[in-house]
């Protein structure tokens, strides 16, 4: 199974930019579906991006869509996450997901340990 790192979290001016990076250090990678939760302070844990093994086919929470970008390299066993117009909205606990179908949290099996991004106003 799987095992993921997330990085690349930070405090940010609203407007700006980050991306996020999710390592496997199995090498388990293309095994995966793999995405994107997050989990603001006093809200419950949400979908935010999903992407399919070969990368061929994404999706994302509507609030997020044309500022979010999620990408994968196998080769490299990596997946990315690029934030672009942050809002404070977007303030929150990110974290990389992998399994069958990573849009529906029941059915994420792998969790990586969480990175924070804070976007201030």
């Known amino acids: 199974q799987v095992q993921l790192v997330e990085s690349g979290g930070g405090l940010v001016q609203a407007g700006g930019s980050l991306r996020l990076a999710c390592a496997d250090s199995?090498?388990?990678?293309?095994?995966?579906?793999m995405g994107w939760f997050r989990q603001a302070p006093g809200k419950e844990r949400e979908f935010v991006a999903a992407?399919?093994?070969?990368?061929?086919?994404?999706d994302y929470r509507d609030s997020v869509k044309g500022r979010f970008t999620v990408t994968r390299d196998n080769a490299k066993n990596m997946m990315y996450l690029q934030m672009d117009s942050l809002k404070p909205e977007d303030t929150a606990v990110y974290y990389c997901?992998?399994?069958?179908?990573?849009?529906?949290?029941?059915?994420?099996?792998?969790w990586g340990q969480g990175t924070l991004v804070i976007v201030s106003s």
């Open positions: 199995t090498r388990s990678f293309s095994d995966y579906t």
């Open positions: 997901v992998a399994g069958a179908d990573v849009r529906v949290q029941a059915w994420v099996q792998v």
């Open positions: 992407i399919n093994w070969s990368g061929s086919t994404t």
